[in-house]
């Protein structure tokens, strides 16, 4: 969908790689570039038998990628001239900032992820510690913050990202403008909590949300364990849903009289929030009495949204089919489940493997800068380019 948009990256880490990936699937020619040796991220966990970083070759399918020495100038140099023949630039570095791109391309569109609106660094896990989350996770008597094990600032922002460019490129193509965009992951995080609530909810109400553990706040559901230690997530979003849980556990009366007693009506989210505790325990014999095969068979006849708990080795396994998964041969590491973009628009969706950090890079030089031979030599033999 986006054959014939070319994009510089420069970046380390989730929230840019993932905005540069998400574009490469989607069509996009994405060169990046990296430090010799590589960027800080190149080697982070998890790590494949040969040392090889099983999470840089997820964030980083389908881009070019190529290798130069970031604080020569002769390497900065390259840097302004691939930007001036791409035209977009994607970073979290301070280098190449949109002053040092746009006398050579003025119409450039330039994204910078930075830490904060004011200009002091932060990563996802300390803008997720001061903007509450961690403070309302987890269950009801803990007292220490919880953190959350998915990094959501950052894959947040680089989907912000994504969009952001899109949108830059549209009105480039309409005005003939280029863009200078700064995109504060802290803002994306201050963004989510206002859009979703959390915010007002403290501005308006002066409350802080409570901890409740995994309970659905402001309706009901919650996870309950099977005789045989599985364990199933049920969610009721609608009075259908928890009309349906009470006809599978032979709960209908019970909730009914229950509903009497307490002067509540169970057809109302709030309610069924209010008094969740008291519902959870009339729930919790019909699951413990049964094995998770029963318990699956009885929700999968009903409309109630669930799912059973699964560790990633399980979903390795029961996810094997999913057409969103293709199995390729990633270097450094072999057979590896690697995922295209999640849009299924019927073609085509970019599952591609990582390219070794800097193997691309004699290929870029010449194709994009004429760069022959010789001048590649020079600039190997003056430590500006990896050696092969």
């Not at 069509?27 to 090889?52: S, Y």
């Not at 969740?276 to 009339?282: D, H, K, P, V, W």
């Not at 299924?344 to 870029?364: F, K, M, N, W, Y």
Request: proline share 7%; glycine share 12%; charged share 20%.
């Amino acid at each position: 969908m986006l054959q014939g948009l070319r994009i510089l990256e420069i970046s380390s880490f989730v929230a840019a790689p993932l905005c540069g990936m998400t574009l490469a699937q989607l069509g996009a020619e994405v060169i990046r570039v990296d430090p010799l040796g590589g960027a800080p991220d190149v080697r982070r966990w998890p790590l494949a038998g040969g040392g090889t970083s099983i999470y840089w070759a997820g964030l980083n399918k389908g881009k070019r990628s190529i290798a130069l020495d970031l604080r020569a100038p002769a390497g900065r140099e390259l840097v302004v001239r691939l930007a001036a023949e791409t035209g977009i630039v994607v970073t979290n570095a301070r280098f190449p900032s949109y002053e040092d791109l746009v006398p050579a391309r003025p119409d450039l569109i330039h994204l910078r992820i930075e830490g904060h609106h004011d200009g002091r660094p932060a990563v996802d896990y300390t803008v997720n510690a001061e903007t509450g989350f961690p403070l309302a996770t987890g269950p009801g008597e803990h007292t220490g913050p919880v953190n959350n094990v998915v990094p959501a600032w950052d894959l947040a922002c680089g989907l912000y990202a994504a969009v952001g460019i899109l949108a830059a490129e549209r009105h480039r193509s309409r005005t003939g403008e280029g863009r200078a965009i700064r995109l504060p992951l802290a803002d994306v995080a201050l963004a989510t909590a206002g859009n979703l609530g959390y915010l007002g909810e403290a501005a308006v109400n002066g409350v802080n949300r409570p901890r409740i553990g995994n309970h659905l706040y402001g309706g009901f559901a919650r996870d309950f364990a099977t005789s045989d230690d599985r364990r199933v997530m049920i969610v009721t979003l609608t009075p259908r849903h928890f009309a349906d849980l009470g006809r599978l556990t032979g709960l209908t009366e019970v909730f009914a009289e229950l509903a009497r007693l307490l002067g509540a009506d169970f057809d109302q989210d709030t309610d069924r929030y209010r008094h969740r505790e008291t519902i959870a325990s009339l729930l919790e014999p019909w699951f413990a009495g049964r094995r998770y095969q029963e318990v699956a068979e009885g929700l999968d006849g009903t409309s109630l949204l669930w799912s059973p708990y699964r560790t990633f080795t399980e979903l390795v396994a029961d996810t094997a089919g999913n057409p969103l998964l293709t199995v390729l041969d990633q270097p450094g590491i072999g057979p590896l489940p690697v995922p295209g973009s999640p849009l299924d628009a019927g073609g085509d969706r970019g599952a591609a493997p990582a390219s070794v950090p800097g193997t691309d890079t004699d290929e870029v030089l010449a194709e994009l800068l004429g760069l022959g031979p010789a001048e590649l030599a020079a600039l190997r033999a003056g430590g500006i380019l990896p050696h092969p």
